[in-house]
């Protein structure tokens, strides 16, 4: 019986290791999967950020629409700044009885104002606004005798 040889032709006897192309394709790919990575952590770095400023200036607006609704007319204005963030709130006439004496218009539902609280605030890149809006009974009427 005849024995096969262990080599075949055109094979390397004592291949051992990676050729220098082969570590070359893998730091490459390597490379442009830790590229991917990056990116998408600082994307999310970056969303994380803008939430907990949306978060910031939600707050900031509830408050100041609470504040603001505790005595008010119709042409009630206000504006300051808290930090890094502008507010601004008002009051519109909402129904006819707006602007009327809180004798006149008694207990009716058309003395409501619609109140306005806009919280502005700029980062790096972009200028960003929240706006509230309520609809809420008038406590207080100016110019009344």
């Known amino acids: 019986m005849a024995r096969r040889a262990d080599n075949t032709l055109g094979a390397r006897p004592f291949s051992r290791g990676f050729s220098l192309i082969e570590m070359l394709v893998a730091m490459a790919i390597m490379g442009l999967a830790l590229s991917v990575l ?31 609704s505790a005595a008010l007319f119709v042409g009630k204005q206000d504006s300051g700044e808290h930090g890094r963030f502008e507010w601004r709130a008002r009051a519109e006439a909402l129904g006819p009885l707006g602007s009327t004496s809180t004798e006149q218009r008694g207990d009716s539902p058309d003395a409501l104002t ?32």
Do not use: H, K
């Not at 999310?44 to 900031?60: H, P």
């Not at 960003?128 to 008038?138: A, F, G, M, P, Y």
């Open 38 to 68: 990056y990116q998408s952590a600082s994307g999310a770095t970056r969303n994380v950020r803008v939430s907990a400023e949306y978060s910031e200036a939600l707050a900031l607006a509830e408050s100041t629409m609470d504040a603001f």
């Open 114 to 145: 619609l109140v306005t609280v806009s919280v502005a605030w700029s980062n790096e890149r972009n200028r960003r606004e929240i706006v509230l809006r309520s609809v809420d009974e008038i406590t207080e009427v100016t110019g009344e005798d």
